[in-house]
């Protein structure tokens, strides 16, 4: 069974910096790739930034993309997402989730509870 424990969410001003975790069990960690994925009040789902199952190769959506850093610990089956000079507009719930298709960066269709990410300007 697959779970996936988002945190580290918060309210920030616009120019701070918040630093998600993601505990993510239920698939073979160190064999997968992961992904993050945002979904802001009203809006669809949105995929945010990518890294393999090495932490080798990384992937972001343009939007964020010299702000967010991801990362992942393979001893401690967790996947990271620093975020630097936040934005109002990144305001969203954030996700993380294994990625069962590496090119289009296609989730598995399962989630976790999230994380709010709040951004005031």
């Known amino acids: 069974q697959v779970q996936l424990v988002e945190s580290g969410g918060g309210l920030v001003q616009a120019g701070g910096s918040l630093r998600l975790s993601c505990a993510a069990s239920?698939?073979?960690?160190?064999?997968?790739?992961l992904g993050w994925f945002r979904q802001a009040p009203g809006k669809a789902r949105e995929f945010v930034a990518a890294?393999?199952?090495?932490?080798?190769?990384?992937w972001y959506t343009d939007s964020v993309k010299g702000r967010f850093t991801i990362s992942r610990d393979n001893t401690k089956n967790t996947v990271y997402l620093q975020m630097n000079n936040l934005l109002p507009e990144d305001t969203a719930v954030y996700y993380c989730?294994?990625?069962?298709?590496?090119?289009?960066?296609?989730?598995?269709?399962?989630w976790g509870q999230g994380t709010q990410v709040t951004v005031s300007s």
């Open positions: 890294i393999n199952w090495r932490g080798i190769r990384l």
């Open positions: 239920g698939r073979t960690f160190s064999d997968n790739a």
């Open positions: 989730n294994f990625l069962s298709d590496w090119g289009n960066k296609r989730p598995y269709d399962y």
